[in-house]
Structures are given as structure tokens and as C-alpha cells.
């Protein structure tokens, strides 16, 4: 299981279940398009994984919405045909959603669908979006806002200057930068 040794770190015990069931799932289902990329790789959506799920405890969410934090950062990167910008694989991965859990039975989320096809967007684009849905509610606005911190947390693996901190929507996120570094470290130390 990828990063298995910091869910022994006080920040991760408390969304240590989640993590074990969402990297399994991952690691087991779902299919990257892209499996020798050298930015957008499991290893990522795990990293992004904890740092979602991180924030969320943080914020007190429900366990539903938890899940879909959870579902976004599986899914966020399955899609992607190159390592640049490629713009549209957020609405790729999320079709990918969509179609994964009709054919397996899961029950959708809206919420997980909107946060993973915008999640390439900028803000204003997916807040307008998640705005107009009216299958979604101030609370996914939220969520939108604590996934796209938690993969732009991790562009320290573009290199040391990658993150605008001042692009982070949330405290909490500002909080969980040096642990991004560590998880990052971790993960290149191939500390599985």
C-alpha cells in the first residue's frame, strides 16, 4: 500500500481507515491512461488523497462527504494523456466516474463528479459551475475548495518553488504545507 508508514504520524491517525480503503481501491480498480507519467501517478493521487482527507477531518466534514473527497483524488489523474497541462482530462477522469460506477454497482456523487471534471479549471469556472448545479449545495463548494488545495499542496513535486502558497483556499491547507514536503520526501524515499 503506497505510504502506509505516515498514517503513523498524528495528522494522518484520524483518517487512517479512509486512506487504507481509498488507496486499495485505487491501487486495485482503477486504471491510469497514463502509467509511466512522471508527475501524475498513483503516487500523487495518494498523496493528494491523504492531503484531502487530512483538511477534511480538519474541517469536520461527514463521512459522505469525506467519501467524496476521497472518490475525486482516486480518480482526479486516471485520465490524462500527457504530463502538461492537457486540459479536459478532469472531465475525462470524471466520465470515468460516472461510467465505474454504473457499471459496478456504486452509488454517484455528484459532488465527487463536479470536484474531479473542474478540478483542471480555474476557480471561477468550477465555483460557477458547482453554483449552478442544483444537485449540489454550499458544502460542495467547500469540498471543491479543499481538493484543489490538496493537489496543488502537492506541486512540490514540480520542484521547491511549484506552489503559489498564496493560492490556497483554506487555513488548514496553509497549515499542511511542510507536511506536504514530508509526504513528498516519504514518497520519493520509496517508504511504502
Known sequence: MILTDVLFDPLCKPIKNYYEKMVAFMEEEIEFWLPDSVWHTKSHSARVLILALVIGHQKGLSDKEMNSLGMAAVFHDSRRLDDGIDQGHGSRAAEYYKDYCLEHELPYDAATY???????????????????????????????????????????????????????????????????????????????
Do not use: V, W
Request: hydrophobic residues 35%.
Open 114 to 192: 463536479y470536484i474531479t471534471y473542474y478540478h483542471d479549471h480555474d476557480d471561477s469556472l468550477g465555483l460557477s459551475e458547482i453554483a449552478k448545479s442544483p444537485y449540489l449545495s454550499e458544502q460542495d463548494i467547500l469540498l471543491y475548495q479543499i481538493f484543489k488545495d490538496a493537489d496543488a499542496l502537492d506541486r512540490f513535486r514540480l520542484g521547491p518553488d511549484a506552489l503559489d502558497e498564496n493560492m490556497l483556499r483554506t487555513e488548514e491547507a496553509h497549515k499542511c504545507i511542510e507536511f506536504s514536503k514530508y509526504l513528498l520526501l516519504k514518497s520519493s524515499k520509496k517508504h511504502y
